[in-house]
């Protein structure tokens, strides 16, 4: 399936998270992305496991489609192959820590220089200037940084609670596919490249729009509101006597409704939860009362029973969703070949295209597994490569793990 991107070339030195799952969604798309790794690179040092016939499911996860080529970057001859590839290419993308790529004769001045055209993505902690441009960052720090940790869990609860997923990670990689894509389109209009720069900590500022509008309009600090919405009453999971349903969409003109549903109807009259800000504000005295309400049926009978006039959902453990109707229907669960023979199920791209979809067809590719093909096509002679494989400088991939 020819996606939108089919045509473009991206040359991949991202690793760990944040740079591979954006690099992942423009292959999505069609992007050809030519991913370099270090010689010698085995399933086993490339990623985290669990391992699965033998291949990195983490790895396997946010690299599909790519093709994946072996080369020392400090080698001699490193120069003249990532120059000769960066020719055939519209997109450079990197995310190691500012400088590195400079260091190397490899950053965006210097890649510029061998095509003006290119579009040049970094990906980093904290970005390419400022006080904190030179720190080290992994997920949890700015989902700490970031605010996120101050905002989760319950304010019963000593400790904040990490989101249970990298979102500080993958919110990056989504901003770096979108900084791309955005100077894409610009290229079309200018024929210019440009540098894109994306922070993981800006990229958890920007998400937490809503909590830093109400503090700088309001002084308020949001705090951490566990299950719950800090402005809505009820907007939130709730126990049911199988699970939990979760349920929005209750406001002041049919709040007297969901108490009737519910069994509640003793509270209809009651001015302490009758309008949103006091449901709110006394929401410690109204949640116990809504729990003991709700666990009386189970999850089913609580969707047939409120379905038709409040929105409310289950709370889907990764199991359930990986089985549900839906998500099914929408084609999110797909299964891909990997190198080894076997096949591995990931979720697909949310992205769905009338008339070029995309979507990814191959899994991660074998450590060094294109690195002849596709330096052949950038015009190296098989002596040439033949050569920088005996002194080190190229790899092909262990002949067994």
Known sequence: MAGPLSGIKVLDFTWALAGPYGVMILADLGAEVWKIETPFQTEKRRAAGPYVHGVSTYFFSVNRGK?????DLKAPEAKEIIHRLVKEVDVVTENFSPGSMDRLGFGYEDLKAVNPKIIYASTSGFGQTGPYRSRGAVDIIVQGMGGLL??????????????????GDMSAGMFTAIGVLSALVERGKSGEGQHVDVAMLDSQVALMENPIIRHLATGEVQKRAGLRHPLSTPHQALPAKDGWIVVAGVKDNNWQLFLGKIGLDHLIADERFMLNADR?????????????????????????????????????????VVKDPQVLHRNMIVELPTWTGKTLKVSNTPVKLSRTPGGPERGAPRPGEHTMDVLTQVGFTEAELQSMLERHVLGTGPSEE
Do not use: C
């Open 150 to 167: 101050s905002t989760t869990g319950h304010e019963s609860d000593p400790l904040p609670s990490r989101a249970g997923y990298s979102i």
């Open 280 to 320: 709110t504000r006394n929401y410690d005295i109204l949640e116990p009362l809504l729990f003991e309400a709700t666990r009386q049926r189970t999850v089913n009978e609580w969707l047939d029973e409120l379905g038709e006039h409040f929105l409310i959902g289950p709370l889907n453990t990764i199991a359930d």
């Open 67 to 71: 093709k994946s080529i072996m080369l």
